[in-house]
């Protein structure tokens, strides 16, 4: 199949309407105002209708007459259309639009507020809660939250999750009574089931689109590096400003935070992914309370392998995390988990790496090739959890069993 672009296809429509007409006369089968009625007989010569009727042929002189027939349902809704008016109408107002300040400096090295990011949030508690994406208000001096009366309000962000790319921002109700939007599960979703979003895409406030599931458990990289587990993929048209905003079903739960897409150009292209609502569902609660998601750590300072190292040390494998060091104390040490030697260190650019240590190539059942390979493993693992953690010491596979430790704020690798 060959693939035109709007000019060629514009072309070549014309020329097949050319290539129609000069059919049409040759033939006669339209007939324009203004000539005489074919001779029929041999008057009209070999070319002519009865000629064509000779060889066994019927010559269609004139071209069929079809009657446009008016739809009408008597202004009823198809069932398909009903449900769309229904769970617009009942979940559009839970639906807000998101609008950030950034700090900026000026000349004179003055900070300076500037007009930020902007995007769509879910109201999912009727105390001001609202659920949306953590590049929605990424490095937000302020956040302004536009309600569906058309008012705006400023809001504050409680808690970020840089790792699902959520966030949840709590404004001030006052004597208004929110719609909120109900989660639903994401976890018995087919390939096929219809789904709704509605947010403000480039500013136009509480679109609603539809499309269906596309495709489950994508993986996603972001923009960060970090990878996004069990996304859905979906055709609704998602566009800049629908980031934050519900991916609903046909009963009007959430089942996802329409979050990317996929586009060469910019717009939307049928490619959309959403973080699906189990995960808010599992980590709203601490962002409320904590401001953050509390997760496990394994206690070591980590080096993801390079071809450089790989071959200077002659490493048994060319993928995995090298344990420079196992922090003294901590569970991995416990666990037997060995760092490398100070007396064999290397540097690399401004890092030093004790080489000699464990080479981590799994963690609770996940490859891991690289540092974001173990954030994404130990994603949904709280402190405390135990974890089975696979290396190559020497050559040989081994196997620790190790309590996690809390991750702290500033991880170290090098």
Known sequence: ??????????????????LVFSLAF?????????????????????????????EGFTLQTSLPRYEAIPVDNGGKLTEDEAMNVRVYETRNEGVVNITTEVLAYNWFLEPVPREGGTGSGSIIDTRGYVLTNKHVVSKAYKVFVSLADQTQVEGTVVGIDSENDLAVVKFAPG???????PMGSSGGLKVGQKVLAIGN???????????????????IRTDSGLVIRGMIQTDASINPGNSGGPLLNSSGEMIGINTM??????????????????TARRVVPELIRFGKVKRGWIDIV??????????????????????S???????????????????????YGNSIIYLGGDIIVEVDGMETESISDLYTALEDNKPGERVVVKAYREGKLMSFTLPLSERPENVQWE
Not at 27 to 53: D, H, K, T
Not at 175 to 181: E, N
Not at 309 to 323: M, Y
Not at 327 to 335: D, F, N, Q, V, W
Request: with cysteine; proline share 7%; glycine share 16%.
């Open 1 to 18: 199949m060959r693939l035109y672009s709007g000019r060629q296809l514009v072309s070549a429509t014309l020329a097949g309407i050319v």
């Open 26 to 54: 040759g033939c006669g089968l339209i007939r324009m105002g203004g000539g005489e009625e074919p001779q029929s007989g041999a008057s009209a010569g070999e070319e002519g209708p009865a000629a064509a009727q000779a």
């Open 175 to 181: 004597a208004r009574k929110l719609t909120t939007i």
């Open 201 to 219: 895409p480039f500013a136009f406030d509480r679109t609603l689109t539809t499309g269906i599931v596309s495709g489950l458990g994508r993986p």
């Open 261 to 278: 897409i996929y586009s060469p150009s910019g717009g939307s292209v049928g490619i959309g992914f959403a973080v699906p609502v189990d």
């Open 302 to 323: 980590p080096v993801q392998l390079f071809p450089a190292l790989v071959n200077h040390a002659k490493l048994p494998v060319s993928q995995g995390l090298l344990v």
């Open 325 to 347: 060091r196992a922090l003294p104390g901590g569970s991995a040490e416990k666990a037997g988990i060995r760092g490398g030697s100070r007396s064999d260190a290397v540097r």
